[in-house]
Structure formats: structure tokens, C-alpha cells
């Protein structure tokens, strides 16, 4: 469970970055209730709009340590490892199989793939993220480099980011070209 | 046609021109500043309906003549998150209709849209329903006001 949620913060990071490109292609969020009680959150912006608002982050969220399951993870631990990752050639990288889950991070055509799958067939998180976008967000020292995230997000392609499925909700996060009609004409 | 009517018959054409060219600078400025529209509705049975709209001028001036709030640390934040926001808002204006934010769950809905020249803030829950319809340009008038 704590490398799923270490994969959903690792994705809320870079998903929140990945707004950063100074185009008109939309950024969208969506979540779904699974358990039958028909919630839902659905974000849209575009690119564009959320890279202006990155400066305004500066200095204030760049600092610290990311927390996972209540445990403080060292950036420059999560720095060493990525930058073994990235200049090795493509393949499979991180296999980890214990009683909870399967945890698989490969890198292949550009991207650093993440695939958890709880055993017991609960959660199941399928993440792609482009290999710059993950440069810039993890080159920033102590802090994040906000110009070079959205530097990096100009040049990421249209697609999905991040699915999550699990026993409680299904999480979509994905950059297309224009935005999606609401899923109900009028609450 | 005497020399005191023709000054007579410019003065009058003059004025016409002035006060129709005032009268319609005036409809113009009004129409463009839009409507803020305010409405919230008591679902319960013996609940009421409140419908407020005013016209965006009346926004834009107040937004115009009311002082800043004299606390260093709020104008501070102010003033670092206003550009941002006020270029979030110029943007704002050139997208087209959309939902940029939908969330529904037990409790009710949220809504935020674009609708036309407005932002609409929809909120519904069993109880009640509340629109809340603000012009785009009031709200860049303001983030411009916050900037200063």
C-alpha cells in the first residue's frame, strides 16, 4: 500500500505540473466514485492557464520533502535513484513483489512506467509519465523548478498520464486537445 | 436662414450629438459589464427564493472606489498572487463555454463554468440551490485593483 500511495504522490506531483505548458491543449482530472455512490470530481483547465499560475507557486511549495504513508522520503534518495534509472537504457527496472502487491517501474520509448497491482485485486494504478517532465520535476535541488516543469510540459504529448483503479474509485488524469462536455447538462 | 438660427440649429444638433453619443457610451459600458446575478433557492417546504441582479457597472465601480484593506500581510499575499490571477482572468475571456470544475457526491453539487462573458458558480445540495453569475471582466477589474 505505500508504494501505491508513493506512486499517487510521485503522480500528483508531476500531474500538477504537467498543467504547465503554454498551449491551448486541456489538462483533465477525473474521478469516480466506485462504490456505488455515484460521486465524482471533474477538474478541466487548460495547459496554458494553470502555467501562469505555476510562478505564483514558487517559493512556497518548492521546499521540503514529499510524505508518504506518513513517512518523510528523502529527494535526494528519490533524485539518486532516478538519475540511475535514467541513464540506463531502456528495460525494467523495479520489480517488487511482496505479500500486498506487485510493483513494476520500467522506462521504455521516452517514458517511465509505473504499474502497481494489489494481489488481492483491489487497486491497480497504471501511470506514464514522459522522462523530461520527471527530469524537471525532480532537478530542482530542494525545491521544484517550476520553468523548468513547464518547459517540459510544452513538449508532452497528448495522452494519458495516470489511471488508478481500486476497490474505491477510479482516478483519470490525461492531456487532450480540447475540452470534454459536462457528463450532466445541468446539476 | 438667419446667422442666430443657423448658430441656434448647431447648438441644438450639438447637443443631440452629445447626448445621444453619451447615451449610447453609457448603454454600451452598461451592456458590456454584464449582469451579476445572484439566486438561491429554499428547497424546503416552506423555503423562499431570493434573486438578486445587478448590473456589472455598479461592480466595476465599487471594485474601482473601495479602499484596499489596510493589513500589510494580506496585501502582501495580495499582492504576489494578483498577477497570476489577473492573467488566469484574461484568459478566462477568451476560452470557450466550458466546466472547468464538476463535483458531485451524497451532499449536493459543485459547478464552476464559463457561460459566455460569466463565471457561474452553481452550487446545489437537497436543501437548496445557490447560481452565482459574476462577469469576467469584473473579476479581471478586481484581480487589476488587487494588483495595484
Same mark, same amino acid.
Not at chain 1, 56 to 66: D, E, F, R, S
Not at chain 1, 148 to 168: C, M, Q, R, S, Y
Given at each position: 500500500?505505500?508504494?501505491?500511495? +508513493?506512486? #499517487? ?5 508531476t500531474g500538477s505540473a504537467s498543467a504547465a505548458a503554454s498551449d491551448d491543449r486541456w489538462i483533465h482530472l477525473r474521478v469516480d466514485d466506485a462504490g456505488g455512490e455515484n460521486g465524482r470530481v471533474d477538474i478541466q483547465v487548460p495547459v496554458g492557464l494553470v502555467s501562469t499560475l505555476l510562478p505564483a507557486l514558487k517559493g512556497k511549495h518548492g521546499h521540503g520533502a514529499i510524505h ?11 533524485? +539518486? ?59 530542482? +535541488?530542494?525545491? #521544484? ?43 | ?13 450639438? #447637443?443631440?450629438?452629445?447626448? +445621444? ?128
Amino acid at each position: 500500500m505505500r508504494k501505491l500511495l +508513493g506512486a #499517487l504522490v510521485l503522480a500528483s506531483v508531476t500531474g500538477s505540473a504537467s498543467a504547465a505548458a503554454s498551449d491551448d491543449r486541456w489538462i483533465h482530472l477525473r474521478v469516480d466514485d466506485a462504490g456505488g455512490e455515484n460521486g465524482r470530481v471533474d477538474i478541466q483547465v487548460p495547459v496554458g492557464l494553470v502555467s501562469t499560475l505555476l510562478p505564483a507557486l514558487k517559493g512556497k511549495h518548492g521546499h521540503g520533502a514529499i510524505h508518504v504513508d506518513g513517512n518523510e522520503v528523502d529527494m535526494a534518495e528519490i533524485r +539518486g535513484y532516478w538519475n540511475a534509472v535514467r541513464s540506463a537504457k531502456d528495460g525494467q527496472y523495479v520489480t517488487v513483489r511482496d505479500d500486498d502487491s506487485d510493483v513494476r517501474i520500467s522506462k521504455s520509448g521516452g517514458f517511465l512506467r509505473v504499474t502497481v497491482d494489489d494481489r488481492d485485486g483491489g487497486s491497480r494504478v497504471r501511470m506514464k509519465m514522459p522522462i523530461s517532465l520527471v527530469d524537471a520535476v525532480l532537478a530542482g +535541488g530542494d525545491t #521544484l523548478d517550476v520553468d523548468a516543469v513547464g518547459a517540459a510540459l510544452a513538449k508532452i504529448p497528448t495522452g494519458e498520464i495516470l489511471t488508478v483503479d481500486d476497490e474505491d474509485s477510479h482516478v483519470r488524469v490525461w492531456i487532450d486537445g480540447e475540452a470534454a462536455p459536462a457528463r450532466e447538462d445541468r446539476p | 436662414m438667419k446667422s442666430g438660427e443657423r448658430l441656434a440649429l448647431a447648438v441644438i444638433l450639438g #447637443l443631440v450629438l452629445l447626448v +445621444g453619443g453619451s447615451t449610447g457610451a453609457a448603454a454600451y459600458a452598461w451592456h458590456r459589464a454584464g449582469t451579476v446575478r445572484i439566486a438561491v433557492h429554499d428547497a424546503q417546504p416552506d423555503g423562499s427564493d431570493f434573486t438578486m441582479s445587478l448590473p456589472g457597472i455598479l461592480l466595476n465601480t465599487a471594485i474601482a472606489i473601495c479602499p484596499m484593506p489596510n493589513d500589510p500581510e494580506l496585501n502582501a499575499r495580495l499582492h504576489e498572487a494578483a498577477p497570476a490571477l489577473r492573467e488566469v482572468t484574461s484568459r478566462l475571456s477568451t476560452l470557450p463555454d466550458v466546466v472547468f470544475l464538476d463535483v458531485k457526491n451524497d451532499q449536493g453539487t459543485i459547478r464552476v463554468e464559463k457561460q459566455g462573458a460569466d463565471l457561474l458558480i452553481r452550487v446545489v445540495s437537497p436543501q437548496e440551490r445557490v447560481e452565482i453569475a459574476v462577469p469576467i471582466e469584473s473579476v479581471r477589474k478586481l484581480m487589476r485593483k488587487l494588483e495595484v
